[in-house]
């Protein structure tokens, strides 16, 4: 019983190289999330897709774009990385009001 | 703009106490989630409360919610030390054409000394 399944679960990148944070999920669920966690700040929405084929920005989407490859499938891309993007990474995906969480992805640009 | 606000940020308690987490938020919510954190970890789910007067209690951990005052609380009962984590309080910003994600406080960080 997978849930919702992330990779890589670590990553160091240079600042300006690009990557893309996979997320899978294997519940069915029409609504997939990325949220960011820093240090005292809580999780913040980066983006969200609410059904196979629409994506919509949340609070922090700067600097990062996404791609609802299909109903399992919702990718993080960052095209130039940032120091400020040294994060941990998570991908949710939620039916009605339960939402489940990935294990994360821990980031550093160097 | 939805705002969640949790106090205490941090919390350091004696074992066999009682406190509660207090969870604030700005606009209309009838969604209310509580997670603990452990360090490295994920977000393991604890609670998702859906109305007015909503009690849900497991084991020593007790949430309520009260959206008229829109509050909800995390009540710890006689503590033990693997209570220790960090917990977080997350507001649903559904509107009805689907599921907008949710917003999070900042977390209180709770540590349990024996």
């Known amino acids: 019983n997978a849930g919702v399944t992330q990779t890589p679960k670590f990553q160091v990148l240079k600042t300006g190289q690009s990557m893309t944070l996979q997320c899978a999920q294997d519940m069915n669920h029409n609504s997939m999330y990325w949220y960011r966690q820093d240090p005292g700040m809580g999780l913040r929405l980066i983006y969200y897709s609410a059904s196979e084929g629409t994506t919509d920005k949340g609070e922090v989407p700067n600097g990062y774009n996404v791609s609802r490859l299909n109903k399992r499938e919702f990718s993080l891309r960052l095209e130039s990385a940032a120091p400020s993007q040294t994060s941990v990474y998570f991908c949710?995906?939620?039916?009605?009001?339960?939402?489940?969480f990935g294990q994360g992805t821990r980031l550093t640009v160097v | 703009e939805l705002k969640v606000e949790q106090n205490p940020l941090f919390l350091s308690m004696q074992e066999g106490k009682n406190y509660t987490i207090y969870c604030n938020y700005s606009t209309t919510s009838d969604r209310l989630y509580w997670y603990r954190q452990d360090p490295g970890k994920s977000l393991e789910s604890l609670f998702v409360l859906l109305s007015n007067g909503a009690v849900k209690q497991e084991g020593r951990l007790m949430a309520s919610l009260d959206t008229k005052a829109r509050l909800s609380t995390l009540h710890i009962t006689a503590a033990v030390h693997d209570l220790s984590a960090t917990y977080f309080c997350?507001?649903?910003?559904?509107?009805?054409?689907?599921?907008?994600?949710?917003?999070f406080g900042k977390g209180t960080h709770l540590i349990i000394q024996p």
């Open positions: 997350a507001v649903d910003t559904y509107s009805g054409g689907g599921a907008d994600g949710l917003t």
């Open positions: 949710a995906s939620s039916h009605r009001v339960f939402v489940f």
